[in-house]
Nanobody, 123 residues
């Protein structure tokens, strides 16, 4: 099992910044990707940014140029630096990790989610 704990959410003004962090514990050696998703009330959950260890990073179009995902592998932690925040970024942000087991041609993948941290952008 993997446990994920997020922090760093809060209130920001439009144009402001926040930095989210997520620390993984448990069977972390099997994690092959980590990322951030967000969900606003009444809205679908959407990918914000992720790190795929074998491939690199990718971002939602809405995050490109404003958000940066990074990782501290020694601490099993990922960060999301959010700049130029806008009201549309208001949501609960959830950390995600995927573990992968077994042969490369037929892996068994499991998703893990943190409890979420709230981000509110308002003037």
């Amino acid at each position: 099992q993997v446990q994920l704990v997020e922090s760093g959410g809060g209130l920001a003004q439009p144009g402001g910044s926040l930095r989210l962090s997520c620390t993984a514990s448990g069977r972390t050696r099997s994690i092959d990707r980590m990322g951030w998703y967000r969900q606003a009330p009444g809205q679908q959950r959407e990918l914000v940014a992720r790190i795929i260890y074998s491939a690199g990073t990718d971002y939602a179009d809405s995050a490109k140029g404003r958000f940066t995902i990074s990782a501290d592998n020694g601490k099993n932690t990922v960060y999301l630096q959010m700049d130029s925040l806008q009201p549309e970024d208001t949501a609960v942000y959830h950390c995600h990790a995927r573990t992968s087991w077994g042969p490369v041609e037929a892996p068994a993948n499991t998703d893990f989610w943190g409890q979420g941290t709230k981000v509110t952008v308002s003037s």
